[in-house]
């Protein structure tokens, strides 16, 4: 079992998606074990992208994410950092496969709707960033269904 950081950006929830997409992570048979909306404060946000800090996009990108509420979530699955980086799908919306978030909804590579934890150090660093309050361990009945 795998816990990952997912977040709607601010250009997913102004567009409506949130719902949407809560829904591809839930029928999939994912756990959702924690979900806020917040508007990100820019040091949240520093660290929470410091690796690309030398990246060009890096100033823009962070003013992005802080521009407005987004919805933070944790899901937890077996290998639920990759299963989710493919509900996600690649980086700039006009490459992503058709039936991926960003490939049915993006067609940029910065507003690109959605984050993904890309690794379990990441999503260890991530989740504990976004949620120091910790998440809510839950066992839902139907997951008796989803696996064998
Ligand atoms: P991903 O979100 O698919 O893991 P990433 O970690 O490489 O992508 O980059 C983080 C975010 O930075 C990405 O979601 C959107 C933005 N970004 C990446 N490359 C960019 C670029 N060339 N121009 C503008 N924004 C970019
Ligand atoms: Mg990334």
Redesign the pocket.
């Known amino acids: 079992m795998q816990t990952t950081y997912v977040m709607v950006?601010p250009d997913g929830v102004q567009r409506g998606l949130v719902g949407e997409i809560i829904n591809r992570f839930e029928r999939k048979g994912l756990r959702l074990v924690g979900l806020k909306s917040i508007i990100p404060s820019m040091e949240l946000v520093e660290q929470h992208?410091a690796?690309?800090k030398e990246?060009?996009?890096?100033s823009?990108?962070v003013e992005f994410v802080t521009s407005g509420p987004v919805v933070a979530m944790a899901w937890k699955g077996v290998d639920a950092i990759s299963v989710c980086?493919n509900i996600?799908?690649?980086?700039?919306g006009r490459e992503a496969d058709m039936g991926s978030i960003?490939g049915d909804f993006g067609m940029?590579?910065?507003?690109?709707l959605?984050?993904?934890s890309?690794g379990e150090e990441t999503a260890a660093f991530e989740l504990g960033l976004w949620f120091p309050e910790g998440l809510n361990e839950w066992t839902p009945v139907r997951e008796t269904w989803v696996y064998e």
């Open positions: 950006k992208y690796v690309h990246r060009p996009f890096y823009g990108l980086r996600i799908g690649a980086t700039n960003r940029d590579i910065g507003y690109n959605i984050h993904g890309d």
